[in-house]
Structure formats: C-alpha cells, structure tokens
C-alpha cells in the first residue's frame, strides 16, 4: 500500500532541505565542468530575473524576500567560485562557460583582456556596490527616523475616525514591515560588497595561484601558464562580478523605485515614459542640437542624423500621447467616520454645500471634533431630489415636487414642508446625520474630546480621568447628541459635568441638571427663527402608563402599539396646526422615561424639563396629547 504524505505533514519543507544541503556541497566536493556550467546559468538568469522584477515592482511590500534572496544569491556565487578556483589550480575542468567567457573578453590579446577585467572589476565594486551599499544605509536610516511620525499620523487618523481600527491595524503592520524590510537590506548589502571584494582576491588567487602550480606542478611554461589561468582568471572573474553586478543594480532599483502620490502602479519604463512626455519639447531641443553638432563635421552626420530623426519621432509620440484626452476613471464615493455607509444621492450639485454645512454643525456641537463625512453623489437625471442610502440600500427618497405640506421621514420625524428645496434637503439630511451619529458614536470619539480637553484645562481633564471615567462621560455624551437643543461649550460643559458627578449619584440624571445651566442657550435653540414655543404636555395617568412600560411594568403589547401610533399622530396634527414640531414639557423626575419612550414614538420629539425653559413667556400655547381611550 502507498501512502501519500502532504507537503504540511513532513517535519521540514524539501527544498529547504535542498537549499540548505547544497551550499556546503559546492565547497566540500570537487564539481564537474558540467554541474559548474549549470550553476553558473542559474547565477546568472536569477540575478537578471531578479534585476527585471525590481523594474516592474514599485511597491517595497510586494518584495520581502529580496532581502533573504540577495543573502542567498551572494552565499552562492561565492560559494561556486571557490569551488570554480579549485578546479582552476587543481587543472581540473571548469566548464565551457568560463573559458568561452574569458576567450571572448581576450580576444587573443592578453593585456586589453586583463585591463578589461580590471576596469569592470573597479566600477562594480567602487560604484555600483559600494553605491547600492550607501543607498540600503540611507533608506533604512531614514525609514527608521521617519518611523515615530508616521504612527503618530496612523494614530491621529485613527482618533479623528478617517480610518478604522483594522485599517489602522494593517498600516501598522505593512510600516513595520517595511522598517524591517530597509534594515534586513541595508544587511544584505554588506554581503554584495563583501562578496565583491572577496571576488577580486580569488581572482589575485587564480592568476598567480594558477601561474605558480602550471609551472611547478604541471610543467608549463611560463608563457603557456600565464595564458591558460589569465583565461580561466578572467572567465570566472566575469561570470562571477556580473551576476553580482545585476544583483547590486537590482537592490538599487528597489531602494530608489519612488511612486508619486496618486500614481497608478506601473512597471519602470511605462512610469518614465509617462513623466517624460511632460518635457517633450526638451527632444526637441535636444534633437536640434545633435543635428546642429552633424552639420558641423560632415564625417559626424551619418550617426547624428539618426539620433536626431530619433529624437524628434519620440518627441511626437509624447506629445500625441499627452494631447490625448485621459479616459476619467469613475470612483465610487466613500463615507468615513461615523458617516461612513452612509450616502445621499443628489439632483442638484449645490446641495453638497448644504452636506457638507450640516456636518460642520454637528461637529461644532461636539467642540470640532471630526467625525468624518457621508458619501455624496451627484446624478442630475435622478427623479428625486434627494435619494439616501444605508450600506447601499435605499431607505428614504425625496422629491419637493409632491403635494403633501407635511413631511414625515421614516415615520421618526415630522416638519412642515419649506418653499424652498434647499431648506427641505438641509432638514432630511441633518435628520440622517443625527441618526447615523447617535447609531455609530463610539468610546473613541469621547476619548478625543477628552483629550481635546486638556489642550484648555489639563487640570480639568486630569479630574475628569480620575473621578468620573470615560465609559461615564461616554454615556453622557451621548445622551447629549440625541439633543438637537441642546449645547455648552467644552469647558463649560465639563465643568458642569465635575460639579453634578459630586452631588448627584446617578449618572442618568447629570445631563438633567446640566440641562438647567444652559437654560437659555436651550431656549434660544429651541425657537431658531419662531418667536414662540408651542408646548406639548403629558396627562398624569399617560405619563404614568409611559413610565410603568419603560420599566417593564406592563406587558400589554397592544396597548403600547395603540399609544405609540396615537401619540404619533397627535404630534402630526400638532406640527400641522402650528407649522413646527411642538416641545413636550414634562417635570424633572420624568424626563429620562418619557424621552426614552418616545425614542420609539418619534425620536426627533424634544423633550424638556420645566427647567430647561428660560421664561414662560416664551410659550405660545400649551396643550396635552390626547390619546385614544
């Protein structure tokens, strides 16, 4: 019977195994010419490989091997000409590849052959290499300096809620990363010079090493052993600097690849060809000159015609290329915050001013703080004057062209229909603002407002941290966006807040009491641009139905769906008869049951305290809510 293992059941991966067994192998047993050939091809196409896919990436995270493949490419080739310099002073065979290579640079003349070598030998080493070498240091130096400010934004982005916490999260981990990714390279690049330096000591060792055994040992002459090893030297000397050479231009590809801000990705040539056909009209010029340069000496003409010809049909490409209208991608608009499945679909453009306004007063009430924004679309055929949508499902469309004077939104709210259409959006989208923020406001935003706290009175917020908590504040908080009418600013707030927290021992009742500090700044809210408040008032036996269901007292389903639809309309007709919503009025003891009721009767419904009233004489009129029997 066979049984078949899965490569996850066996204690090591094969070719790690493979990988880890061959290294030591090319020193410790002597290759055949053939196995040299094969290893050297395969140093040469995975550093060309290598040098290619550094071209076309232009992201640092889609390569975090490179880093470990440079360590492993190096070990190899040197590895493989030590085992090449054995077979040489050994006078065993090192394959077709070396010689072919070292008869092609000599080309039977041995001194421009080594001089040659020499020359390529130095600019890998001085530039390339040590270039690489000093752009690896650079980059992860400044990547490691630049570490601290980019968590401070990731965080900043965080508490202001543009980005979530798994977003947050991943930019996290892609930064570390990528500092570890620079430093393991700035590594691997000691490696590349290293193995550059030992290259040109083998090579001292092949030629004079070799020199001396084919004269002592295998009785050649001096002549026949100075051409035979300054051969096989500059073969193995070559087949080893130009792999390294490719190697050391690909991690400098990689460590100075910069994609602009916005840019697409796109492979190396396509970005230059791109950035370059902004400055055609420089061919130009320069296609004029090299033309210029052939008309001056006539032998020059035949080589600077076809440059210039080269030159101005590039030229002509890049400019039809830019002259060229850009297709306009068409993104999907996106929320963030608090806001951020949310988006309205708009006919008329300029009511994305109105959006945006609504939102900056939402944030004002939270003393600035960011809360992101929705998605807004502009779709001039739309039938409707405004469309909203939740998750991309439609939950409420407009139109100022129907009939009705009264306009009930998601049977929560309830206004009297504006002449004007702008009025009429501005009411329904700060409705779903509202909404949305009460749904998604989270522990973050109060810590950020707290925090904001001590950039005025860090003794303040010291106080607020110790005594009363975030989780505590959080509940107030909210509590408080759930009031339209309601506002202080921060340190007036707060304050107030400290003051009741020592008096009052039940967290629910602060927001009551701060309530009665900002009596007239409720006021003052509450009549916008009415004169008068029209009041609304709750029977003793209704008040005490609504708080005997609140506190789970009376289970009679359909008595409560009778009251909810009853009071539902009662506010209608309300709202109809004096063109606003009307101000229910209940004493202080009842505010927290009866607003929490109505939070399933029409949440938008404000409820106040006697004491939340500044002057009776605002009020107009004052009548309680009937209700069917």
Known sequence: MITRFKGRSLLFNPSSVIIALLLPTIILVTLPGGIIDAFILVSFISSALLLVIMLENDDPLNVTFLPTVVLLLT???????????????????????????GEFVMGGNLISGLLIFVIITIVQFLVVTKGGERVAEVGARFSLDALPGRQMTIDGDLKSGLITGEQAQKLRSDLSTENKLFGSLDGAMKF??????????????????GIYVGINQFDLSLSESVSRFSVLTIGDGLVSQIPSLLLSMACGVYLTRIKGAGEESS?????????????????????????????????????????????????????????QPTAIAVFEPLGSGVFQSLK?????????????????????????????????????????????????????RFSHDASQSVIEVMEDDVFIRHQDVVSNVSTIVDYFLRKRLVEKYNLQYT???????????????????????????????KEMIRSSEFYLDRISFFE????????????????IRIRSQARYEITSRLLHNQDKLHVALLDPPLTELIESFVMGETEDVDRLIDIQQSLRKEVVRLTTQYGCKPVLVVNDSEVNSVKSFFQQVMSTVVVCSHGDIADSSYVATSEPLQIAS
């Open 192 to 209: 590349v010079k290293g193995d550059s330096i030992a290259g040109i000591l083998i090579s001292l060792v092949n030629l004079f090493g």
């Open 344 to 396: 309205f679909v708009i006919r008329e453009g300029n009511h994305q001013l109105v959006i945006q306004r609504r939102v900056e007063d939402i944030e004002q009430v939270l003393w600035g703080q960011s809360l992101g924004v929705p998605a807004v679309t502009v779709n001039a055929q739309l039938d409707n004057d405004i469309e909203v949508y939740v998750s991309g499902i439609c939950i409420f």
């Open 496 to 511: 107030a807040l400290i003051y009741w927290s020592r008096i009052e021992s039940e967290p629910k009742n602060w927001l």
């Open 267 to 323: 492979p190396f040539i396509e970005q230059l060809m791109t950035q370059i056909g902004v400055f055609w009209k420089s061919l130009l010029v320069i296609g004029f000159v090299i033309f210029a340069l052939g008309l001056s000496n006539s032998n020059l003409l035949y080589v600077c015609a076809p440059l210039a010809l080269m030159c101005a049909l590039l030229a002509f490409l890049l400019w039809r290329k830019q002259a």
């Open 447 to 477: 810590s950020n407002i707290i925090d904001g706290l001590a950039t005025q009175s860090e003794v303040m917020k010291n106080e607020i941290d110790s005594a009363i908590g975030l989780n505590r504040v959080h509940d107030v908080l």
């Open 75 to 101: 070990t190899f080739r040197l590895l493989l000409s030590i085992a090449t310099t054995r077979n040489i002073i050994a006078n065993e065979d090192v394959g077709d590849v070396i010689e072919t290579v």
